[in-house]
């Protein structure tokens, strides 16, 4: 029988750590393999992550911020406003986000308020996170990825000569890179002269969104390009603070990868 003392439950400290710790770990260990790994959790790499997970598939998502959401909660010029071009609203619509329409074909919502939503979206799917976990390198073999070399973010930021934390490992069956304009992942294949990306092009709207979708696809054996990253790889306009795409992007890769793991099955 649980001690009362006052309102809440009387808990030790040591229990708690024992419960954040213990909770942790077991996620880790039982996600060190898993059918995929999301670089990146703005609103592409959520939208497949739930898209994904809602299919039965082990979705793990690391993120290199303390928050998710990416750019999706802070909108145009920290504004906290985004904008979706008509079919982008439909999404909204699905996931109980209230918006309103700008002009014909042009809708706005509440950053926050959409975010909250998509990521508990993901969550209710079956997504697992890791945060302030940075992508070091990917696993490659016999040509193709099978994996992500991840580390704990603020190692980055620690003076090189004590740099000295080994990265570890999460096995996968394929990973999507939807960490955006950087595109991490299909660097790091490039830095091993794997793959060439042709870089982002000047903004322009109307084809930018188009493009994103369109030529979201493997990149590499393994290896799936969404979101923005999709425009760095292939030398596509960027879009701005409008997040159809971003979005549209997100299921198509979803669908990209359930189709190549279910062929290889």
């Known amino acids: ?5 006052g309102l809440f439950a009387s808990v030790a400290e040591a229990d708690i750590t024992r419960a954040i710790t213990g909770a942790y ?23 497949a992550g739930a898209g994904l997970a809602g299919a039965g ?7 290199r911020n303390n928050y998710l959401g990416g750019g999706f909660w802070i909108g145009g010029y920290l504004m906290n406003k985004v904008t979706l071009r008509a079919p982008g609203q439909k999404v909204l619509e699905e996931l109980g986000v209230p918006y309103e329409e ?11 308020h959409a975010t909250s939503k998509l990521i508990a979206h993901a ?15 990917l696993i490659v073999k016999q040509g193709r990825v099978t994996g992500a070399v991840i580390n704990y973010a603020p190692v980055s ?9 080994d990265p570890v490992a999460i096995e996968s069956k ?15 294949l490039e830095e091993r002269g794997l793959l060439k990306t042709k870089g982002m092009g000047p903004m322009d709207v109307d084809e930018s ?3 994103v979708v369109e030529r979201t696809s493997e990149a590499f054996p393994g290896l799936i390009v969404t979101g923005m990253s999709v425009s760095t790889t292939y030398g596509l306009p960027r879009m701005g603070p409008t997040f159809g795409a971003m979005l549209l992007s997100g299921r198509k890769a979803a669908e990209v990868v359930k189709t190549k793991l279910l062929v290889r099955v």
């Open 1 to 5: 029988m649980e001690k009362k003392q």
């Open 25 to 47: 770990l077991k996620q880790l260990e039982e996600y060190a393999q898993c059918d995929v790994v999301i670089v990146g959790a703005g609103p592409s790499g959520l939208t």
């Open 57 to 63: 598939l082990k979705t793990l998502i690391i993120e």
């Open 102 to 112: 700008a002009v014909e074909g042009l809708y706005v919502a509440d950053g926050p």
């Open 123 to 137: 969550c209710d799917a079956g997504v697992k996170f890791l945060s302030l976990t940075q992508l070091d390198d």
């Open 157 to 165: 930021a620690m003076p090189r000569q004590i740099t000295c934390v």
């Open 174 to 188: 394929a990973v999507i890179d939807a960490t955006g304009h950087d595109a991490v992942a299909v660097r790091k």
């Open 209 to 211: 969104e188009d493009s």
